[in-house]
């Protein structure tokens, strides 16, 4: 059989169309495959933000205790002409003060430096013109109208006048370096707790021109650790007791913790303060006898919080 040139091109047409037609199913066929087994993307939108139900808690415990730790601060303050004058002199009365603790019972690792400086003190004396005469008040003659001050009142030169406009009446103030201070805050923390009226007598009786600026009862920092340990283990069962009984309530189960928050309490009890020793001596009655100091320890009352997340599942 003879094929003729335009059979010959119908025939490769048909070879064309149908190999377009085979490539056309087998990407209809690719897509279709790939779309059934796909999720839908609101749907899976709506998978993941779904939200878990929650329940938050939080747990306290509390305890009393004694204190284990005595805190009190003084305060060596001395005044010179130099600045080396009054150094000098604040490290002869600390000198004093720290005998006087040592000799009290105070350990010498329990003395510490809380703060030391030295600074110029002013004369800050202003003088003031004279008062109001009735109506009339003086001012400084800038900026208002009145008489002037009259030649024998002594501020003829000072530019002050009358006026009956305003009422504040002018000064100038002074401001010479008189001298030096050196201030010397000293820290004891002691475990005598019960020491601190014969501290402060034996300080106050050195003449140390000392004074007591505070005094307060705490915990040693392994008394302070051991209980906040103590008590937050006892706060979170008691939150995770509050949760499960929240859920037990609600018929559902607790789940995994997601955020867990703490907090530890305890407030330093202060007692006196500002115990002034520049004369020096303990207290005396009004028969000159002398009266020992007593200062009295205050249990402190110390805390522990816990705040938690669960997830339930119902």
Do not use: W
């Not at 999720?39 to 899976?44: D, S």
């Not at 003449?207 to 979170?236: C, V």
């Not at 607790?254 to 305890?266: E, F, H, K, M, P």
């Amino acid at each position: 059989m003879v094929m003729k040139m335009g059979d010959q091109y119908v025939l490769d047409r048909m070879t064309v169309l149908l190999s377009v037609a085979l490539i056309v199913v087998l990407v209809a066929g690719a897509t279709y495959v790939f779309t059934s087994n796909a999720q839908p993307a609101g749907q899976n939108a709506t998978t993941n933000t779904t939200e878990i139900p929650k329940i938050s808690v939080s747990g306290e415990a509390t305890r009393t205790v004694s204190p284990d730790l005595l805190v009190m601060g003084i305060v060596v303050e001395t005044e010179n002409e130099t600045a080396s004058g009054a150094e000098s002199a604040n490290a002869r009365m600390t000198a004093k003060v720290k005998n006087a603790l040592l000799a009290a019972g105070v350990q010498e690792s329990e003395i510490e430096t809380a703060s030391y400086y030295t600074y110029p003190v002013y004369n800050n004396s202003c003088d003031y013109y004279p008062p109001c005469r009735g109506d009339v008040c003086p001012m400084t003659a800038e900026g208002y109208a009145g008489e002037a001050m009259p030649a024998d009142a002594g501020y003829a030169d000072s530019g002050v006048a009358y006026t009956d406009s305003y009422m504040v009446p002018p000064y100038r103030c002074d401001q010479t370096i008189i001298g030096y201070m050196a201030t010397h805050s000293i820290m004891v923390k002691t475990s005598n707790i019960h020491k601190g009226g014969e501290i402060i007598d034996a300080v106050s009786a050195a003449n140390a021109s000392a004074r007591f600026d505070y005094q307060y009862y705490s915990l040693k920092d392994e008394t302070r650790i051991r209980y906040e340990n103590e008590l937050a283990g006892q706060a979170a069962q008691s939150a995770r007791a509050k949760a499960q009984s929240i859920a037990s309530g609600l018929g559902a189960e607790l789940g995994r913790i997601v955020d867990i928050q703490t907090n530890y309490y305890y407030p330093p009890y202060y007692g006196m303060k500002d115990y002034a020793m520049a004369e020096g001596g303990m207290a005396t009655s009004a028969t000159a006898e002398p009266i020992a100091t007593e200062i009295f320890p205050q249990d402190l009352t110390i805390s522990s919080s816990i705040y938690v997340t669960f997830e339930i599942s119902q």
